[in-house]
């Protein structure tokens, strides 16, 4: 057993002083209580629930930097990620993952949905060792310390009624039954794992045909997570009423997909009935709010998705920014831009968001401090430049990953100082990863 004291601890988005965590073996709160330290604690400043990021792509992070001169749109930056996927193999990707997990451990994130579809060679061959792509991204996780659902995403075509294009090879699995087939193996060998699981992901309306999401459906067991792109950008909304004479959204309901399992990723460009289809079936919305903005996909309606119903989640996406406070800002931040009013999410609600939601959205349990939760945990500068004078209930809109002083997940240590415990440095992990890339 290990015991946490905080100083102040937010439950609920509410700060409650003195607070007492005891985690058992398992890494989960076994007791919460208000009362002094005892000797042995481990003693904690500011502290917030672990966050969860409900979306991300590690490699993407390769391209940090290296694309805003070209200008263009989403689809001119698909491009050069395509280029960035052609140069992975097992040990590259795992290397790479490696120091993307780690610069999301520091910042704050204790649990990540990694959006997984570079499954194979190139050219679409598989790789001698089964699994080894994904292997490699359990191994980068496990080689951190952060808790990782591995979305192993099916992806089956070019675009609706196209064949896989030569750069997306590596994505593809032969059918609806190959995936399947490949998911049940690749479960069996992650079960028992205490921080690794396996979720599911249909890559998107344009990349898996509606029998196929149907076989998958009665496919996978009912327990399972399962993610979708959904409606990013307006080109797939054309594409999908051109083909099905409905909307993404409209899609899935006709297969009966929509339902409190399922999250839908970006949901950008909605209709008002997509918008009250996805409430009323309480399905989860993971908003993506710098990759939207960076890529210019345009500012999502969670505001009017969360007064419908939807349960909203936040990701880093593709990894251009790893910083947890920036999502739940930006979040806020585009709701302002496009409404003119402040304080449309309340910070008890971007908290939740970037917390509980997240873990949900996940399959971890709502991640709320409460007994049987895992305890994940993050300790905060509250005087700091940035933070000093804000109410401790606030600092979802003033700190940043700069703030983050230690992280607990399971009820163990693993980051303090901007640094894993070890002291490897996510920055020396990126500078070799990206190396290896280039080789």
């Known amino acids: 057993m290990t015991a946490f004291w905080c100083e102040t601890l937010l439950i609920d988005g509410i700060a409650v002083a003195g607070v007492r965590l005891e985690a058992d073996n398992d890494g989960r709160i076994s007791r919460v209580q208000v009362q002094a330290a005892e000797a042995a604690d481990i003693r904690l400043g500011t502290v917030l629930p672990g966050f969860g990021n409900a979306h991300s792509h590690a490699f993407h992070r390769a391209l940090r930097g290296q694309t805003h001169a070209e200008g ?11 280029r960035v996927a052609a140069q992975l193999d097992p040990s590259k990707y795992q290397a790479l993952a490696t120091a993307v997990f780690a610069e999301m451990l520091v910042s704050g994130y204790t649990a990540v949905g990694e959006f997984h579809y570079v499954h194979h060679r190139a050219n679409g061959e598989p790789y001698e060792t089964e699994h080894a792509m994904e292997l490699a991204l359990a191994a980068a996780a496990r080689a951190v310390g952060i808790r990782l659902v591995l979305l192993d995403t099916m992806y089956l075509q070019g675009g609706i009624g196209r064949e896989l294009a030569p750069e997306q090879l590596a994505f593809g699995d032969s059918d609806a039954a190959g995936w399947l087939a490949r998911w049940g193996s690749l479960r069996a060998k992650l079960e028992g794992d205490d921080l690794v699981t396996l979720g599911a992901a249909l890559h998107s309306v344009r990349a898996v045909t509606p029998d196929a999401m149907r076989e998958v459906q009665g496919g996978l067991p009912a327990d399972v997570p399962l993610h979708v792109h959904l409606s990013e950008q307006p080109q797939e909304n054309a594409d999908c009423l051109a083909a099905y004479g409905l909307t993404p ?33 309480g399905v989860t919305v993971v908003m993506c ?20 119903g939807c349960p909203i989640a936040l990701g880093s996406d593709q990894n251009a920014v790893i910083d947890p406070f920036l999502e739940m800002r930006g979040l806020e931040m585009g709701e302002r831009l496009a409404s003119q009013q402040r304080g449309r999410f309340a910070p008890t609600a971007l908290l939740t968001a970037a917390t509980s939601t997240g873990y949900a959205s996940l399959g971890l349990g709502r ?8 305890c994940d945990l993050v300790e905060i500068s509250s005087t700091g430049m940035r933070t000093v004078g804000t109410f401790v209930e606030q600092l979802p809109l003033t700190a940043t990953a700069s703030d983050v002083l230690r992280v607990i997940v399971g009820g163990r240590v693993v980051a303090e100082g901007g640094r894993l415990v070890g002291g490897s440095e996510p920055a020396a992990l990126m500078a070799d990863a990206l190396g290896r890339l280039g080789e």
């Open 72 to 82: 263009g749109d989403f689809w001119l930056w698909r491009e050069r990620m395509y």
């Open 367 to 374: 991640h709320r401090m409460r007994e049987g939760d895992h």
């Open 249 to 281: 959204t409209g899609v899935l309901d006709s297969l009966g997909a929509l339902a409190p399992r399922l999250s839908v990723v970006h949901a950008t460009h909605l209709s008002d009935a997509d918008r009250a289809l996805l409430g009323n079936a």
């Open 289 to 308: 709010p710098t990759t939207e903005a960076d890529l210019g996909d345009g500012i999502g309606p969670a505001f009017a998705l969360a007064k419908e």
